[in-house]
């Protein structure tokens, strides 16, 4: 059979081999803990503490505030230090809640108290899933109770867990599938158990075949009746949300459409996961799991860590820095966020950090564009990146507009591909947010 | 530590490997078995006019460059590939100047009062043979490479005698059947008059594969060019004769500049449309324009000047044949038809 996946995308080297096999270790955090209210899609929450409040392991310190948003539940058990705007990933100050660590990990009541999913309401998981404060563990951080709160129930027919890790460096989803494919599947189990009409698929890329035989495994031939493992070709970007659904179904949807508009419901392996622990442990999201890696890391691994430790002690904690870094990642080498200054804060949707000795980008200097054609042809939503880049030089929205730039969602093949080194996507995000701004203002 | 700034940037944080100058060195590669035949073939005069042609497109690139105050960010080789293709469009026996004007023109008012790299919209080696031959056209298309004995310096083909019609020329004054023609072999070998760079099919098609292989040229122009020229041969010799004539095809496809055309300068980035749908419109065009100029025009050779017609006509194409983005359909709607 011929293996699915999308038109275009491109073969980045993929680097995983530096923690692929290394298990995922717990770590402690030692300094204070930083939570933004906004590590989320939608409205910030608002803060329901202040400072000198005592806080425990699990109480929620930040209430979702709007339709689209997530609350935010303390990961320690401590005192609030400060709320004050602290630097974070994006690289600007956010408003934050500073937790001072007792290191006594006292719980609030209730947490970690086991539940029968079957027992429970659709109302009632939704419910939980809210409180518990998951969002899309992908990169995008979409609320999960939002998601699963389709306008359509019914309509839903497939329930895809996000497993393709597309990313080059990232293991920890594949980590996750290894040691945790149990929770994996239970918590897939749950979100279906919200759709009569659906189908559950895990699809994953086939450069992971130790996932697809250990996931299939535990299937039992009644599980199979709703859930399949679908292997997907190795291809970034394979686990955007679009290509993934076209990969499944063969549904096409644009950047104006819902993934549920098609039928689907895309949820990344961790959220899956998180999902189970709230619905059947009553354990919040608290935690997440960090690839710590590059070849400026003395050793790469996996860490299972606290939403709110600092980044800088991630890195300490494997062996620090074997050379000075050029530069450093929040996330995978095409998406994530560089960043000038590890003291930032692990949020929801951290997935990795990455120092690489070499700048790749400052390597491949601008050079005039030669028309080669290799941007259309990588580009995932069929764009011409090149004609794009001229109408954001020209700052010509409309043109931008008519020529479909506002499906681009950023995937940054055309600039990986180009051989001129053109910063395609860098106009695109450019261009994109001025639109996006002018049309608020109507 | 923590006090440490890192360098920042918008993502994606990783590049290719390919770079302008690495898909310009491939080329190069792809051309260097044709300039060998053709050294062996024309013999060392070949060789000089490549080399005239190749350091006139740099030098002239050089002085624009100062005289412009352009300033360079990385050193991309385009003008050597454009000074070779140049090259291989001339004669052997041209006089040893001419190349020097060629290369200045292709260079400087094809390419460079263009905007440069990647802005003209005409293939400067190709307008600058058209220049040639409107502005020199004895010396642009003598061939003759005849002397009483053999040497070094004007290659085997002087030991054959070669006559100084090209094959087309011959097929377009005498027909097809005529005892002058060169066999089927010699024609794709390279054994026949033409200019120097397009004479061996073999050698040609193995420089084009190497891209291919390389992924520096997707296949998309050069076999609708070559299919919807052979169609439209087809159906005139059906019109003419009634019946169809597969080894004049055959001789119509090895003869002249096709192949060094439609792999090396059909498929040139800069002068063909970047849509996907485009590409295979523009080498239809192509494969018709060249049959209509060869079938039709006073001249036996019709790649060059097709070429150029239709690089004008590539902004238009490009225009016609922007693709809906992915999940929508041409006219607004989605692609899922709701
Ligand atoms: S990949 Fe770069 S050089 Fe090639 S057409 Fe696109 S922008 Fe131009
Ligand atoms: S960044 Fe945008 S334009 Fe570039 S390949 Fe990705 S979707 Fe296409």
């Known amino acids: ?442 | 530590m923590s006090e440490q700034l890192y360098h920042v940037s918008s993502s994606p944080h990783i590049r290719s490997q390919v770079t302008t100058a690495s898909i310009m060195r491939d080329v190069t590669f792809a051309l260097l078995p044709s300039c060998l035949f053709s050294v062996y073939w024309f013999g060392l005069r070949a060789l000089v006019v490549l080399a005239i042609s190749v350091i006139s497109c740099q030098a002239a690139e050089l002085l624009y460059f100062r005289l412009a105050g352009k300033k360079r960010v990385a050193y991309e080789c385009s003008a050597i590939v454009t000074g070779l293709l140049l090259g291989m469009n001339l004669p052997s026996t041209i006089p040893l100047w001419i190349p020097v004007v060629g290369g200045f023109f292709a260079i400087i008012v094809v390419k460079e009062l263009f905007g440069g790299l990647g802005n003209n919209f005409m293939n400067p080696a190709l307008a600058a043979r058209c220049f040639l031959l409107i502005s020199f056209a004895g010396p642009m298309t003598s061939f003759s490479v005849k002397t009483a004995s053999s040497n070094i310096w004007l290659g085997a083909a002087s030991v054959d005698g070669l006559s100084s019609a090209t094959p087309l020329a011959v097929i377009k004054n005498a027909g097809n059947s005529t005892e002058a023609l060169p066999s089927l072999f010699d024609m794709f070998f390279g054994f026949t008059g033409g200019v120097i760079g397009e004479t061996s099919i073999l050698f040609l098609l193995l420089g084009a594969l190497y891209l291919v292989i390389r992924k520096v040229i997707s296949l998309k122009i050069p076999l609708t060019y070559i299919l919807s020229f052979s169609v439209f041969i087809l159906i005139n010799n059906l019109v003419k004769t009634g019946t169809p004539d597969f080894i004049g095809i055959a001789r119509q496809l090895c003869g002249g500049g096709l192949v060094l055309g439609a792999f090396f300068m059909a498929t040139d980035y800069v002068t063909c449309p970047i849509t996907p749908m485009g590409k295979i419109v523009f080498g239809i065009c192509l494969g018709i324009v060249t049959a209509v100029f060869r079938l039709f025009g006073n001249n036996a050779e019709g790649v060059s000047y097709a070429i150029i017609f239709c690089n004008m006509l590539v902004p238009l194409i490009e225009k016609l044949t922007i693709p809906a983005a992915f999940g929508l359909s041409k006219k607004g709607g989605n692609a899922n038809g709701k």
């Open chain 1, 1 to 442: 059979m011929k293996l699915r996946t999308f038109q275009g995308g491109i073969h980045p080297f993929d680097g995983k081999e530096l923690s692929k096999n290394k298990p995922i270790t717990n770590l402690s955090p030692k300094g204070e803990m930083v939570f933004p209210l906004s590590q989320h899609i939608g409205a910030p929450a608002v803060t329901l503490v202040k400072p000198g409040d005592s806080v425990l392991v699990g109480q929620k310190i930040a209430e979702a505030q709007g339709f689209i948003s997530a609350c935010i539940i303390s990961s320690v058990s401590g005192i609030v230090k400060a709320i004050e705007p602290r630097l974070t990933t994006s690289g600007a100050m956010a408003e934050s809640i500073v937790i001072e660590n007792d290191n006594e990990y006292k719980k609030i009541a209730g947490f970690g108290v086991e539940r029968d999913y079957t027992k429970l309401s659709k109302d009632e998981i939704r419910t939980i899933i809210k409180n518990a404060g998951i969002v899309g563990m992908g990169g995008a951080a979409f609320p999960t109770h939002v998601k699963l709160t389709p306008k359509d129930e019914n309509g839903i027919t497939h329930v895809i867990v996000n497993a393709a890790e597309c990313e080059p460096y990232l293991t920890s989803d594949y980590r996750m599938m290894l040691e945790e494919p149990a929770n994996l599947i239970t918590g897939l189990k749950i979100i279906l158990s919200l759709f009569d009409n659906a189908k559950g698929v895990i699809a994953i890329e086939n450069n992971k075949p130790d996932c697809i035989e250990t996931l299939d495994k535990l299937l039992t031939p009644e599980d199979k009746n709703k859930i399949c493992v679908m292997p997907l070709k190795a291809k970034y970007p394979q686990g955007a949300e679009r290509n993934l659904i076209y990969a499944v179904t063969g549904k096409k949807i644009n950047s104006k459409m819902l993934p549920a508009d098609a039928g689907v419901i895309v949820n990344n392996v961790d959220t899956v996961i998180s999902v189970k622990n709230a619905v059947c442990n009553n354990i919040p999201l608290i935690r997440r799991i960090i690839t710590v890696t590059g070849d400026a890391v003395v050793n790469p691994q996996n860490f299972c860590v606290p939403t709110g430790m600092c980044y800088q002690e991630l890195i300490d904690a494997a062996g620090g820095f074997k050379s000075t870094p050029e530069k450093i990642i929040s996330g995978g080498p095409m998406m994530g966020t560089s960043l000038y200054n590890t003291n930032v804060p692990v949020t929801k949707n951290s997935s990795a950090i990455l120092a690489l000795t070499k700048d790749e980008v400052a390597e491949k200097p601008e050079t005039p564009c030669i028309r080669c054609g290799r941007c259309v042809s990588v580009c995932p939503s069929r764009l011409i990146p090149q004609r794009l880049q001229e109408y954001s030089n020209r700052f010509d929205n409309e043109a931008f507009e008519n020529n479909y730039g506002m499906e681009c969602y950023e995937c940054g093949s055309c600039t990986f591909i180009c051989p001129a080194g053109r910063k395609l996507t860098q106009s695109f995000k450019e261009t994109r947010k001025s639109i996006i701004a002018q049309r608020k203002k109507k």
